[in-house]
């Protein structure tokens, strides 16, 4: 059975491993390359635990019935979908996908240097 993803990053070790790698002060096509490899992983391992496509196609069409599938997800990836599409968009041309993504991106953003070089390797 696959692991759990979470938004903690802290508890994940596929963001682990990336923000040491990013701390290491790598090239900068390196790290988006990286960055991209782990946001499709965990897109896709959250996908096989949440019906994430309907959860994002209820939140773009403003769905009255999204408050109830995420709650019967009890999934943090899923109350994150809930919270994202309640937002206004800064950039009306923003899909709720793009907006999900950007959320998850400013989420790992929180974590320090510090913090990620504590943690256990």
Not at 41 to 67: F, H, M, Y
Not at 69 to 96: G, K, L, N, Q, W
């Amino acid at each position: 059975m696959a692991e759990n993803e979470r938004l903690d990053v802290l508890k994940n070790r596929r963001w682990l491993r990336l923000m040491r790698f990013i701390a290491s002060n790598p090239q900068e096509a390196e790290i988006t390359r990286r960055l991209t490899e782990a946001m499709y992983r965990t897109l896709r391992s959250v996908g096989k635990q949440i019906p994430l496509e309907a959860l994002l196609k209820a939140a773009a069409e403003s769905d009255p019935g999204l408050s109830r599938s995420v709650a019967d997800c009890r999934h943090d990836f899923a109350e994150m979908i809930e919270r994202v599409a309640a937002e206004p968009a800064i950039d009306a041309t923003s899909t709720i996908c793009e907006r999900y993504v950007d959320g998850r991106v400013r989420r790992n953003r929180h974590v320090s240097r510090s913090e990620v070089q504590d943690q256990p390797r």
